[in-house]
C-alpha cells in the first residue's frame, strides 16, 4: 500500500520535473480564460468549446514532450525543422488547397497543415542556431545570411497572401538578430531604408492589403467592408466600459455583430464582457509570461538558449499585442489569432511547444552566477 | 576560440551587451502594454458613452439585397424560368427561444404541415449561418392578415415578400433548363474557395442542374446592400443608405420550345433521348430525355416522398440520358465506317460482295440479322439495305486503330463540350482504350475478333445521344464540327445589351467531298428505299437518314433473337440519325427510343414527325403508344 502510494507520488514527481511551474500556471490561466470566452462566443456551436478542450490536451501533452527535449537537441533539431518549413511552404504556393482565398494549407494524405505554422517556432531556432554556430565572431555579413534566412520563408508567407503571419515569423527572426548583437547603428540604418521603402512596397501589396491599411487609419471609410471589422470590435471594447457587461452577457457578440468571434477577434467578446478589468489582467497575465520568458533568457546556459529563449518570450509578446492592438482598432486587421485564448489547434499546439522549449532551457540554465 | 584570452574578454562584454538589450526589450514591452492599456481607457473609460449607446441603441446591421435571378427563354422569347413573388414565414433561429413552442403556437395562426415541420428541420440541419429560413412557403393573403395580427407574439418570426422561380413549361426541357435549389454547404465552401461569397450572401437559392447550373454566374446578379438600424431585439428600425442590387442576365436559349414540346409528346410513354442540331451553327435546336421530371419539385427542397420516387424509380428520370447515358450505335455507325473506308482506301463505290448471311472469322460466326443475308451488297447497298456482313468484313479489313483514330475526329468517345453539366465521355473502343480500362492482362490485350462487331456498332462502342447527334451534324456540315450550345444570347436586364454567343469550331475534318456526297446519298437512299422507307413514305423534303438497332443482350452462336421471348427492358434500342433538307441541313438528329426494338420501327418515325414539325410547322397526331406493344416482324435489316 505504502509503496504504492510511493510509486505514485514517484510518478508524479516524474511527470513534473522540468516542467516550469510559472510559466504552466500562467499559461493555463490564459487558457482558462480562453475557454470561458468560448464558451460564451459558441451559443450557436457549443461543441467547439469541447473541441478546443481536446486541443490543449494534445498542446500539453507536446509542451510536456518539447520540455524533456535538452537544448542539445533543439540545436540539432533546428537545421532539419526549418529546412522541412521551407519544403512545405514551397510545397503549399505549388499544391496548398485554397481557404478563403489563400493558399496556406496544405493536404499531407492523412491530415491538413499549415506550414508557415511550424515556421513560428523553425525559423528563430535556425537563426538562434546560425548564430551559435559562428559564435566566436560575428561580423555584418553573418548577419546578411541570418537576413537571408528570414526573409526567404517570411516572403513565401507573405504571398499565401497572409501578411499577419508573415510579419509575425519575420519579427520573430529580427529578435534573434536584434539579441545576437546586431549593431545599433546598422538598426538604424535599416530603419530609415525600411521607412523609406514603404512606397514602393505599397505597390507590392494586394488590393485587400491596402484597403485593409488604409481603413485601419479612417474604418468610417468602408463600413460595409474591411472597416466593418475595426467599427464592430471597437464597439464592442468600448461599450464593456470598466467592468464589463458580465459573462455571457456581450450584446455586439451574441447578436452577431463581430465577425471571426472565436478566432481573431475573441478578445472583442472577452473585453465586452469584462471590461477594463479584465484587459487589465489580461496584460498582467501576458506580461507575467513575457517577463517569466525573459528572466529564463537571462539565466540560459548557451548563446542559441539565449538567442531561442529571447526571440520566443517576444513572440508571445508580439502575438498578444498585434492581435489586442487589431481589436482595439490601433493595428491592422490581420490574421493573427490571441495567444493561448483563440480557438484554433494549430496555433495552441505552436503556443505550447514554444513554452515547451522555454521550460528546457530553464532546467539547462547557468548555476553559476557570473 | 584559438586565442584564449580575447575571446574570454568579448564574451563577458557581449553578455553585458546582451542583459542591456533583454532590458531594452522588457521595458518595450511594458511600454507597449503601457500603449494598449492608455488605449483601453479611452475606449472603455473616456469613450465607453458613445460606444455604449452606439452598442445598446444605435445597431447598424448591413442586409445585403439579394438581386433578382435572370430569366431563361427559348429562342421566340417563350419564357421557360420566372420569378413570381409570394410571402413566406421566416424564422430567425437564433432570435427564438424554445423553438419547438414558437412552432405550436404558429401551428395555430397559419397551416402548418407535417411535411413544412420536416422540410423546416431539414433545412436546419443543413444550412449553416442560415439567418432565417422558411417554415411555409406561398401564404394566401388571409393568411398574412393573420399572421400581421398575432405578430406580437412571435419574436424571431417574420413574414418575408420572395421570389419563387417558376417553371411554367413542367417537365418540359426539364433536362436542358434545370432547376435551383437550397444552396448548400458544400456551394458555400465553394463561394469561399471562388471568393464570391460576398455576392452570395441573402441569396438562398442556386442552380443545381441545366442551365440553371451551368450559367449560374450569368443568372445571379449583383448583390446590394441596405445599411439599417436596428433596435436592441435586432428589428430594423430604418434603413440608412442602400446599394441597389442588379438582376441576373437574362439567358435566351437555341431551343425551340414548341419542337422540343413536340418531341417530347411523341416519346410518349417511352424512355429515350433525342438530340437535334442546326449543323451550320451548333445551336441545340431541341435535347430531350425521357422520362422528365417536374422541376417546380426542387425549387423549394424537394420533400423525401418526391425524392426517392424520383430517386429510385427504374426510369431514372433524374438522369439526363442525352448527354450522359451510353449506348452502342448499333447500324447509325455505319454511314460512318463507310466514310472511314472510301477516305482511307480500303473501299470505292464500287466494292461489293456476295453477302451469304453471316461473316466467318475463324471458327466464329458473326450473323448478318437477315437470315440468308442480302445477296450482292456495293457499298451503297450496304448502308441502305444495312447489311452486317459488309461490314464485320470492313471493320476487319480496316484494322481497330484505323477505326478508332477515324472515329475520334468525328467526336466519338469524347464529351461534346455542350454548355450542360455532367456530360458523359462514352467510349471509343481501341487496344490503348482497353489498356486503361481494365486491370487483369489477360483482359487488356485486345483480340482481333472484337473488332468485328465494332464495324456495326456495337461490342464495346458506347455513346450518348448528343455525340451520335454532334456526328450527323458533322457529316451534314461536310466535316466542320461546331460545338453543340444551348444558349443564343445573353441580355443585361439592366443595360438592355444583348451578347450573342458565336458558334465556336471544335475542328474541320479533312474529308474528300465527292465521299462525302456519297454517304450522304447513301443516306438519303435509306429513307427513299431503304430501311427508312417506311417512316419516310410521301416526304415533301429531301432528307438523309440511317436506322438502327443497338442490342442489350447478348445472344448465342446457334440463338435468335425473338423479341416477344425477352423482357421489354432487355429488348433492343431503337435509334435513328438524319438530316434534312440534304442539298442544304437546316437540322441533324438522333433519336433513340429505349427497348423500342427496331429502329426502323420506333425511332425513324419519331425523327420524320420531328423533321416534319421543323421543316413544315406540321404538328403531329400523337396516338398513344403502348411501350410493351405486339412486335410487328416483318422488317428485317434492322
Redesign the interface.
Known sequence: MAAGQLTLRRAALRLRERIDGPLLVTALTLAGIGLMTLYSASY?APARVNAQIANLGIALVAMWVAARIPPEGLLRLALPAYLIGLVLLVAVALFGD????ARRWLHLGFARVQPSEIMKLALPLMLAWYFHRNE?VLRLRDFAVAALLLLVPVLLIARQPDLGTAALVGAAGF?VI??A?IRWRVLATLALLGAASVLPLWGLLHEYQRRRILTLLDPTQD??GAG?HTIQS?????????LGKGWLQG??AH???IPERHTDFIFAVF??EF??LG??VL?VL??LL??RG?II??RAASLFA?LAA?ALS?MF?TYA?VN??MV???LPVVGVPLPMVSYGGTALATLFVGIGILMSIHNHRRLVQ? | MSTPVAPLKDHERELREFRLRVAIAGCLVLAAFGLLFARFFQLQVLQHHSYASRAEENRIAIVPLAPNRGLILDRNGAVLARNVSGYTLEIAVARVADLERTLAELGEVVEIQPRDRSRFRKLLAETRNAESLPIRTRLTDEEVARFAANRYRFPGVEIKARLFRQYPHGDTASHVIGYIGRVSARDQERFEESRVEANYRGTDFIGKAGVEASYEAELHGTTGFEQVEIDAAGRGIRTLSRTPSHPGNNITLTIDIRLQEVAERLFGERRGALVALEPASGAVLALVSRPGLDPNLFVEGIDAASWSALNNSPDRPLNNRAIAGLYPPGSTFKPFMALAALELGKRTPRSAIQDPGYFLFGERRFRDSKPGGHGYVDLYKSIVASSDTFYYQLANDLGIDAIARFMDRFGFGARTGIDLEGEAAGVLPSPEWKLKRFRQPEQQKWYPGETISIGIGQGYNAYTPAQLGLAVATLANDGVMLRPRLVERIENQRTGERRALEPQLIRKILLRAENVEFVKRAMAGVNREGTGARAFAGVPYTSAGKTGTAQVIGIGQHERYDERRVAERLRDHSLFIAFAPVERPRIALAALVENGGFGARAAAPLARAVLDYYLLGKVPEVQPRKPAAEPELEEEGD
Open positions: 450557436d485554397v481557404v478563403n482565398g566566436g529578435y536584434f539579441f548583437g463600413p460595409l466593418y471597437t464597439i464592442a471594447v468600448g461599450s464593456g466600459g470598466v450584446t455586439q447578436l452577431e455583430f473585453s465586452e471590461g477594463l484587459n487589465a496584460l501576458y506580461a513575457v517577463g525573459l533568457t537571462l539565449r529571447g517576444l509578446f499585442f489586442m492592438g482595439a482598432g490601433i557570473t
